[in-house]
Every structure is written in structure tokens, then in C-alpha cells.
């Protein structure tokens, strides 16, 4: 997200990636101490706090970046032209059906709360790193 969008907060990828918090905001902590990383407040609300790519930050996201292409690239050559054309309709066709997992997730998280006794409207559970739900 960095590399997209040049800076981000840590609220704005939870949005994004509905994601729990720590799981975003923990792996940001010691970057900026390794010169990956470097955080700007926002003038307007003094609670948010933008990260940017240092350029040696930027240096091994694009390095990274690099290797994972070269990987994609190469795993599929164990296919035959047929089998890679079906792999990709496959994924394909995997890649455009998320609104129908997130439907079926919806409706299988109202069920299980009903038969729970808890209002559909109450926010959602959350498990803290290392425990489970009480």
C-alpha cells in the first residue's frame, strides 16, 4: 500500500484490509528504527500518523517486489500452455466471485449470532494476539 500510494496510516489499511489493528501496526514499529521507514503527523488530527518509504525502504520493497515477479513468473512454467490458460480462467473466475464469499460470510455470522442469542447489530468479536474468544 505504501508503494501505491506514497503514504498511509495504519486506520486507513485497517479499512482497506479489514484487518485488526496490531496485525497493522505492529510490523510498522521497528521499521523505522532499520531506516525503512519514517512517520509524519497529520496536522489536522494530531491522532493520525502517515508512513512513508525511506528511500532505502522504497530500495527493498522494489527489490522484494522484483523477486516475487520472477517467482510468479517461473511457477507456472511446470505447465503445459493448456494447463496455464486453464489456471489462469480458474483464477479467473476465483478473483471475481468475493462478493458472493463475503454474502456467504455475512449470512453464516447473522445465523451463528442468532442461534448464539446476540444482536446482529453488536460489534464484532475480535481475538487479542495469544488469546482465544471468552
Do not use: W
Not at 509524519?40 to 523477486?67: S, V
Not at 453464516?108 to 487479542?128: H, N, S, T, W
Amino acid at each position: 500500500m505504501l508503494a501505491l500510494e506514497g503514504r498511509v496510516t495504519a486506520r486507513h489499511m485497517v479499512q482497506l484490509l479489514d484487518a485488526d489493528r496490531g496485525a497493522i501496526s505492529r510490523p510498522f514499529k521497528p521499521m523505522p528504527q532499520h531506516g525503512l521507514l519514517r512517520f509524519e503527523g497529520d496536522p489536522a488530527d494530531r491522532r493520525l500518523r502517515y508512513a512513508f518509504f525511506t528511500p532505502a525502504g522504497r530500495a527493498l520493497h522494489d527489490r522484494i517486489f522484483r523477486f516475487a515477479c520472477l517467482r510468479e513468473q517461473v511457477a507456472p512454467s511446470a505447465l503445459s500452455d493448456e494447463e496455464g490458460y486453464t489456471l489462469r480462467d480458474l483464477l479467473r473466475r476465483v478473483y471475481v466471485n468475493p462478493p458472493a464469499v463475503e454474502g456467504a460470510s455475512q449470512e453464516f455470522i447473522r445465523q451463528e449470532r442468532e442461534a448464539l442469542g446476540i444482536c446482529p447489530d453488536a460489534p464484532a468479536l475480535r481475538r487479542r494476539e495469544g488469546q482465544g474468544l471468552r
